[in-house]
């Protein structure tokens, strides 16, 4: 039996803030019951070689949840300007043969000098928790088991624990084609224990808004304010916005504000069900990266 979402007062609402808060306590407990039988406690291992200071604060988020579920995670730091593909991959090459560590996860992006493709390929798929390696990939493309990048998994958690959103049969349409959510979701979306019928749309798509008014899922991942209009969703539609935008508003200390990709007020009246931004897809994607730390270190010690 699915467990209810969330959702407050306003049933249309789909809140990943709360969702996620119930994923992360069935991951704490699944981690107490482990370390009560004499497990050691999941080990993650995140490497940071950028610069860049909201991967610096996504890290602090990560190392922070981690630690209130009692995965024992540690970050590897590298200086942006002085790191090599070397000692990358040495680092990558020790964390595999870790028997303490379960989860690599390598923050992209990687300085322009470094391969990132070799990188994610040099990480064990077997502790590949980011689920970007291409066995992970080509297992998730062909239904076998393997890790799963963790905001299509998190989106595709967010529609089961909201029961009245049917996936079987249901016309899905995923906007966005990357590997990091379009891809994958699509993939996720057409699986034999989903059976949603599955449309990708991108930037080279020709009438957009004939598309997306078919969709019972709309699923919006490009990263443009705005793109996603009322009149683009179908009435009674469930809508999931995976975009994050920065937008001016003066109105605020920092100077910006953050949406999605939807018209949110524009697409909740003809929704079913909506998810906001902030607080929808994005609190899931943490919860389902301990979710799938958990999964590596129960695989390795079975
Ligand atoms: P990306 O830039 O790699 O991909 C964007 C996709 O959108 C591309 O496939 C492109 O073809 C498509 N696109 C661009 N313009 C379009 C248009 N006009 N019409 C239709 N399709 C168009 O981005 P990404 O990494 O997939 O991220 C997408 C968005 O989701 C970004 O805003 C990102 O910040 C956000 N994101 C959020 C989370 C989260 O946890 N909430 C996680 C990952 C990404």
Redesign the pocket.
């Known amino acids: 039996m699915p467990v209810p979402a969330a959702n407050g007062d306003d049933p249309k609402l789909i809140d990943g803030r709360a969702l996620a808060a119930t994923v992360r306590e069935e991951v704490a407990e699944a981690v107490a019951g482990r370390t009560g039988q004499g497990h050691r406690p999941p080990g993650l291992r995140v490497i940071l070689a950028n610069g860049n200071a909201a991967s610096a604060s996504y890290v602090r988020g990560k190392e922070k949840a981690a630690a209130e579920v009692g995965i024992e995670s540690q970050t590897l730091r590298f200086d942006p300007e002085e790191v090599t593909e070397d000692e990358l991959l040495s680092t990558l090459a020790r964390l595999n043969d870790a028997a303490d560590v379960d989860g690599i996860l390598v923050q992209l992006p990687l300085p322009d000098r470094i391969d990132k493709q070799k990188i994610i390929r040099a990480v064990a798929p077997d502790k590949d928790v980011d689920g970007f390696h291409p066995e992970n990939a080509g297992r998730l493309m062909t239904g076998a088991a393997g890790f799963v990048p963790?905001?299509p998994a998190?989106i595709m958690e967010m529609l089961r624990r909201t029961p009245e959103v049917e996936i079987e049969g249901a016309r899905a349409v995923v906007?966005?084609?990357?590997?990091?959510?379009?891809r994958p979701l699509a993939n996720l979306l057409l699986r034999r224990d989903a059976n949603a019928t599955v449309t990708v749309?991108?930037?080279?798509?020709r009438e957009?808004a004939a598309i997306t008014r078919r969709a019972d899922i709309l699923v919006s991942?490009?990263?443009?304010a705005g793109?996603i209009t009322g009149d683009m969703v179908k009435a009674g539609a469930c809508v999931i916005d995976?975009?994050?935008?920065r937008v001016e508003d003066d109105t605020r200390e920092r100077g910006y504000r953050l949406v999605?990709?939807v018209n949110f007020e524009a697409a909740r009246k003809r929704a079913s069900h909506i998810t906001p931004?902030p607080g929808?897809?994005?609190p899931?994607?943490i919860a389902m990266l301990l979710k799938n730390t958990l999964k590596a270190a129960e695989q390795r010690a079975s």
Not at 221 to 224: F, I, M, P, T
Not at 242 to 245: A, E, H, Q, R
């Open positions: 963790a905001t998190g906007v966005g084609r990357s590997n990091l959510v379009g749309c991108h930037s080279r798509t957009l991942a490009v990263g443009r793109l995976v975009g994050i935008n999605g990709d931004v929808g897809v994005g899931m994607t």
